[in-house]
């Protein structure tokens, strides 16, 4: 059984509908990444899958357990965690509070915790009293993941976390992509930087128009022309 | 009006320091200095002027609260405050004495012990109305997606609804707290200060000091400033935006009422439109401060009720509230964001 599988979800907002019918699903433990034109419904995709938007129709099975339907701060308690791609952080708050908020369904260990996310992150370390809006662009993206691991997640969502980074950037915060899958958790990643992502993935989905187009492994997915053609800029 | 704008902000980039917060408390300290330099006549008024600062820092920082998670501008919170008065009028003219509870003048104040009892069940009296005008009203409109003009429409409705409530229990009259006359004290620079205004400010000082500790220091304080940033990222860390809804009605709706009360205290009377007429140096509080800003709200709302008590030293009292409008205009020229607005 599939970790997270979604299958034909229909959802937007209002009177528009973004999704027509999008199914993904992902195992424990492997990154897959989605890529797709700008409008293709990836962000309302990862939105709908972690109840900040109501499909229409379709389901959302995470580990067996329909999630439609569920609000979001009850799906994160499954072990569901979301970065979104703009406004993924606390600004007014210290990075030190970010991190206690990320892990506010903590009970006891929480200082634990947060030391153990500090050791992955060292740069906010010694940055954790300054407030959240000093970061640069780089620093906020790996603060917005260090809150998203705060409640020790099985499957993470992360949209396009690369977004308006610097090229070095880039591969070092999917370089921590890599590295937080290592200890096992799976991720969902959106991503404009196809070729980077795909690298470092299993598996691919292809949205456009919000419909799927292609799915395949990583590495087929960087082979197949058209998605080069499309996608990866020749 | 953009050129003024232009001037503080290239006045701010010659500066050979960055600019913050603390900078802002000091100039606003210097600015308050000042001011009681050119009334050193009348030191008095600006010494009065920070106590009644102090009542509308109570009403202000419940109503920024307010407007940091909900968004939308509490018209209610100044009826709130009548509605608290009234309330403890209540309690301490009619209630209390039946049971023998109807002493004033305890040491150099002029009102009696019954009031320390009076505000903490005013204070929770006015949580109730507002959690279950949340309930009743405000969460139907959210769940409807409403826009956010219609929710402080809403609040305005019911601004008017709680006034004509209070004229038709007590009538359009003005009251008083049972009281009895007390000496003031006498201060070097003939200062002369109401004993009560000692008590006012101490109950204002201690109920900010308690929230500043609560927003920094507590869980579910965090989670409202948290909520405050960003809702949707607040919902997705596991925080119920309702349950920081809640808490920030009770927080607003509580200060509001013990604002009210010492409002009643402060002026020795009340009368139904006491809260209305507050509403203008709320919202110049809450401007001046930044919009959302707690901290903000306590330096603005000092900063109003100063310039509207030296005010009366050159013009007629009942222009005061039009000094807190001026003063608003003034900062939105040349600070939109008012002093502790964070830039975009």
């Known amino acids: ?234 | 009006m953009t050129k003024l704008a232009n001037i503080t902000q290239q006045i701010e980039r010659r500066l050979p320091f960055q600019w913050n917060a603390a900078h802002t408390v000091l100039a606003v300290a210097i600015l308050v200095l000042a001011l009681a330099f050119a009334s050193v006549i009348k030191l008095e008024l600006v010494v009065n002027g920070l106590f009644l600062g102090l009542i509308v820092a109570l009403g202000a920082i419940g109503m920024t609260l307010v407007y940091g998670i909900l968004r939308f501008a509490h018209v209610a919170q100044g009826d709130f405050m009548t509605f608290g008065a009234y309330i403890s009028f209540f309690l301490l003219g009619t209630l209390f004495p039946k049971i023998g509870m109807d002493s004033t003048g305890l040491g150099p104040f002029t009102f009696g012990y019954p009031l320390l009892i009076a505000i903490p069940i005013t204070a929770a009296a006015l949580v109730c109305l507002a959690v279950l005008l949340d309930v009743a009203v405000y969460r139907r409109l959210r769940r409807r997606g409403v826009n956010l003009v219609v929710l402080a429409m809403a609040s305005l409705g019911i601004a008017i609804a709680l006034r004509g409530l209070v004229q038709l229990i007590w009538g359009g009259g003005t009251e008083q707290l049972p009281r009895v006359s007390k000496y003031f004290y006498q201060l070097p620079m003939d200062v002369r200060i109401p004993p009560d205004n000692i008590f006012i400010g101490a109950v204002s000082l201690t109920l900010v000091v308690a929230l500043y500790l609560f927003l920094t220091r507590s869980k579910m304080g965090k989670a409202m400033r948290a909520t405050a940033d960003n809702p949707e990222l607040a919902r997705v860390s596991g925080i119920n935006t309702e349950h920081v809804i809640w808490w920030t009605w009770a927080i607003g709706a509580a200060l509001a009422a013990t604002a009210g009360v010492l409002l009643a205290v402060f002026q020795a009377q009340l009368f139904p439109i006491m809260g209305w007429r507050f509403l203008l140096p709320l919202f110049g509080a809450v401007v001046l401060g930044g919009v959302g800003n707690p901290y903000g709200a306590l330096v603005g709302a000092l900063t109003i009720g100063v310039a509207s008590e030296v005010s009366t030293e050159w013009i007629n009292p009942t222009y005061k509230p039009a000094v807190a409008f001026g003063i608003m205009i003034l900062v939105l020229l040349i600070r939109p964001r008012g002093i502790f607005g964070v830039r975009d």
């Open chain 1, 1 to 234: 059984m599939a970790l997270l599988e979604a299958s034909s979800l229909v959802a937007g907002y209002d009177e528009t509908e973004v999704l027509h019918g999008v199914s993904v699903s992902i195992e424990s433990g492997e990154i897959v990444t989605i890529i797709g034109p700008n409008g293709s419904g990836k962000s309302t995709l990862l939105k709908t899958l972690m109840g900040l938007l109501r499909p229409k129709s379709g389901s959302v099975r995470f580990n067996g357990e329909e999630l439609v339907g569920v609000p979001p701060e009850k799906i994160v308690r499954k072990g569901l965690c979301y970065v979104p791609q703009t406004a993924n952080i606390f600004p007014t708050m210290t990075i030190k509070e970010n991190l206690e908020m990320g892990g506010f369904l903590r009970r006891d260990d929480l200082e634990t915790r947060i030391e153990e996310v500090y050791s992955l992150f060292p740069d906010l370390t010694s940055r954790r009293k300054e407030r959240a809006s000093r970061l640069s662009g780089g620093q906020r993206q790996m603060l917005a993941l260090a809150r998203a691991l705060m409640l020790d997640p099985v499957l993470l969502l992360l949209d396009e976390p690369t977004a308006g980074l610097a090229p070095n950037m880039v591969a070092s915060v999917l370089d921590r992509v890599t590295s937080i899958n290592a200890t096992g958790v799976a991720v969902l990643l959106v991503e404009q930087n196809a070729r980077e992502a795909l690298k470092r993935s299993a598996r691919g989905y292809v949205l456009a128009a919000g419909q799927n187009r292609l799915d395949a492994n990583g590495q087929d997915l960087l082979d197949n022309p058209e998605v080069t053609r499309l996608y990866l800029g020749g």
